[in-house]
C-alpha cells in the first residue's frame, strides 16, 4: 500500500482525534468522580466539622457553667443557680444529639468511636455535675470545688475527643 500524503494526513488527522477522544472521556470520567467527593464534603464532612465544632463549645461552656455554679454557690445566690443549671441541663442535652448527629454523619470508624465514648464520658461528667450542684444548692462550696476538680479528668478528657472529631473531619476534608 502506497502512502500518499493525503492517507498520511487523514490518518494522522484520526489519530488525533481519536486521542482528543479518549482524553475527553478521562477527563469527564475523573470530573464526575470529582463532583462526588464535592458533594460528600459539603453535605456530610462539612456538616460534621460544624457539628464537631459546635461539640467542643458546649464541653468548653458546661465547665464554665459548672465552675459558675460554684462561684454561685459562695455568693449563695439560689435563683442564679437554678438559671445556670437549667442552662447546662439544656446544653447538656443538645450535646447528646449532637454526638448522635455526628456518628450518623460519618463513614470513618475512628469518628464513631470517639462519638460514642464522647456521649459515655458526658454521662459520666453529667452525673458528676448534678453533685456539684446539689451540694451548690446547700451552698457547701468547699465540697462542691472538690468534686469538680476531681471531674477535671472527664471534662478534659471529653474536650480533647471533641478537639481529635474536629481535626479529624478537618483531615478528610483536605
Not at 27 to 48: C, F, G, M
Not at 82 to 87: D, S
Amino acid at each position: 500500500m502506497v502512502w500518499t500524503i493525503g492517507k498520511r494526513l487523514y490518518t494522522a488527522a484520526g489519530a488525533l482525534l481519536a486521542v482528543l477522544l479518549v482524553t475527553a472521556g478521562v477527563s469527564l470520567y475523573a470530573l464526575s468522580n470529582v463532583n462526588d467527593e464535592v458533594k460528600t464534603i459539603t453535605t456530610k464532612t462539612a456538616v460534621a466539622l460544624k457539628v464537631a465544632g459546635r461539640i467542643q463549645y458546649l464541653v468548653a461552656d458546661l465547665r464554665a457553667g459548672t465552675r459558675m455554679i460554684i462561684i454561685l454557690a459562695a455568693r449563695k445566690d439560689t435563683k442564679a443557680i437554678e438559671v445556670e443549671a437549667k442552662l447546662n441541663e439544656s446544653e447538656i442535652k443538645e450535646l447528646s444529639s449532637l454526638a448522635e448527629q455526628l456518628e450518623t454523619l460519618t463513614n470513618l470508624d475512628e469518628i464513631k468511636r470517639l462519638a460514642i465514648e464522647a456521649g459515655d464520658s458526658m454521662d459520666q461528667w453529667y452525673a458528676q455535675s448534678l453533685k456539684v450542684r446539689e451540694l451548690a444548692d446547700r451552698f457547701d462550696f468547699e465540697a462542691a470545688a472538690t468534686l469538680n476538680s476531681e471531674a477535671k479528668p472527664l471534662a478534659a478528657r471529653q474536650f480533647s475527643r471533641a478537639r481529635r472529631h474536629h481535626r479529624c473531619l478537618s483531615r478528610r476534608a483536605q
